[in-house]
């Protein structure tokens, strides 16, 4: 089993995040601990995903305090449909990566699965999670590759765009404005 530790400081969220990922023959698992503040709102968020070694998800768990008011969502795909706190959410179907706000993380599941050449895009449909607002929606993204550690994320349609730079596993060095990698 290999173990990456990783350390992102969130620039526009006012965050430190504490990332821990194993890899083995089977799984990537994360384990992560984000702490910040933003519009008057201090948070501290836990959370596990796991996904199969083609980087597409089967599990999370989000654990958030935000001021004095928790939120929990737990996720588990079974059979092709996401079962989201216990109850199968249909418009989640065709979502394969999940998208949590405050970390730069999430797109890494993109990034090492759909492995892009240069020059390729790819649309792709992920399970939103904004933390702070509480709130869980599908949502369209784009990626594309421009050279082996450049991608350009953008939101569909295109309200955001930004271009990020990963490192030779497809984890996040530099994502301008928002996150930057301080170890």
């Known amino acids: 089993m290999e173990d990456t530790i990783i350390l992102w400081q969130g620039e526009y969220y006012n965050s430190l995040e504490h990332c821990t990922i194993q ?3 089977n799984a990537v698992k994360i384990y992560s601990t984000i ?3 933003l519009d008057n709102k201090i948070y501290n968020i836990a959370y596990f995903i796991e996904a199969n070694r083609n980087w597409e998800v089967q599990h999370f768990s989000i654990n958030a305090k935000i001021n004095s008011s928790p939120f929990q969502v737990e996720g588990r795909k079974t059979n092709g449909h996401w079962n989201v706190n216990g109850s199968v959410i249909n418009n989640l179907y065709a979502c394969v990566d999940i998208d949590i706000s405050l970390t730069p993380l999430s797109n890494s599941f993109p ?4 492995k892009l050449k240069d020059g390729q895009q790819a649309h792709i449909d992920v399970i939103y999670i904004d933390v ?3 709130k869980i929606t599908a949502r369209e993204q784009k990626y594309s590759r421009l050279s082996a550690e450049k991608y350009k994320y953008e939101n569909v349609p295109n309200d955001f765009e930004a ?5 030779k596993s497809g984890l996040v060095v530099s994502y ?5 990698r301080v170890h």
């Open 23 to 25: 890899l083995d023959e």
């Open 35 to 37: 702490v910040g503040h």
């Open 111 to 114: 990034i090492n699965r759909l």
């Open 132 to 134: 702070l607002e509480q």
């Open 163 to 167: 271009i990020i730079t990963v490192d």
């Open 176 to 180: 301008p404005e928002l996150f930057e």
